[in-house]
T-cell receptor, first 109, second 118 residues
Framework: EDQVTQSPEALRLQEGESSSLNCSYTVSGLRGLFWYRQDPGKGPEFLFTLYSAGEEKEKERLKATLTKKESFLHITAPKPEDSATYLCAIPTSGSRLTFGEGTQLTVNP | ETGVTQSPTHLIKTRGQQVTLRCSSQSGHNTVSWYQQALGQGPQFIFQYYREEENGRGNFPPRFSGLQFPNYSSELNVNALELDDSALYLC?????????????????FGQGTRLTVV
């Protein structure tokens, strides 16, 4: 069964303290992995698409990487405005996106 | 801003009632998907519409139904509301159907409709 698992569920960082979020997946034939950011009460905001192992994408303090089994979202020197829930998703059977449960990131000043 | 707009933003309904949620897709996008997101969980796929036809359905009962119009906007209808239907309902548009239509392009989400069933 296609599955996406994210860890940790919640992460608290001090401003400037770098860390990584993990997204592991099980799917037959990966057709892309997507990272989203979601602020409370709002829809997910698209961040990155990764298609093949070894691929990396960067945006400001965020860098996403992909292996054959998992993806990492690295956050370098985070700021309080980076606080949000980060979701990863993969296209699975038919036409759907299967999401992980998300990692709730809090960055304290 | 993604260009995907949903209405209303918030809604309170009574158990047993019916509700219709609306979504305008981003310009140039012919595929709309609906997701349900309970508090503290990831979005769950309800169904997708591609060029006015249903193109995949998740594990939701038939009282969840949908429609896509020629301008690619979409509606989600839920009949006989239950307390567990309380959630954030998300609409996402993409330039072509995912997976089965050969395009794994990104999906862009609206701000969601917060439905509360009392």
């Amino acid at each position: 069964e296609d599955q996406v698992t994210q860890s940790p569920e919640a992460l608290r960082l001090q401003e400037g303290e770098s860390s990584s979020l993990n997204c592991s997946y099980t799917v037959s034939g990966l057709r892309g992995l997507f990272w989203y950011r979601q602020d409370p009460g709002k829809g997910p905001e698209f961040l990155f698409t990764l298609y093949s192992a070894g691929e990396e994408k960067e945006k400001e303090r965020l860098k996403a990487t992909l292996t054959k089994k998992e993806s990492f979202l690295h956050i370098t020197a985070p700021k309080p405005e980076d606080s949000a829930t980060y979701l990863c998703a993969i296209p699975t059977s038919g036409s759907r996106l299967t999401f992980g449960e998300g990692t709730q990131l809090t960055v304290n000043p | 801003e993604t260009g995907v707009t949903q209405s209303p933003t918030h809604l309170i309904k009574t158990r047993g009632q019916q509700v219709t949620l609306r979504c305008s897709s981003q310009s140039g996008h012919n595929t709309v998907s609906w997701y349900q997101q309970a508090l503290g969980q990831g979005p769950q796929f309800i169904f997708q519409y591609y060029r006015e036809e249903e193109n995949g359905r998740g594990n939701f009962p038939p009282r969840f139904s949908g429609l896509q119009f020629p301008n690619y906007s979409s509606e989600l209808n839920v009949n006989a509301l239950e307390l567990d239907d309380s959630a954030l309902y998300l609409c996402a548009s993409s330039p072509a159907g995912l997976a089965g239509r050969g395009n794994t392009g990104e999906a862009f989400f609206g701000q969601g409709t917060r439905l509360t069933v009392v």
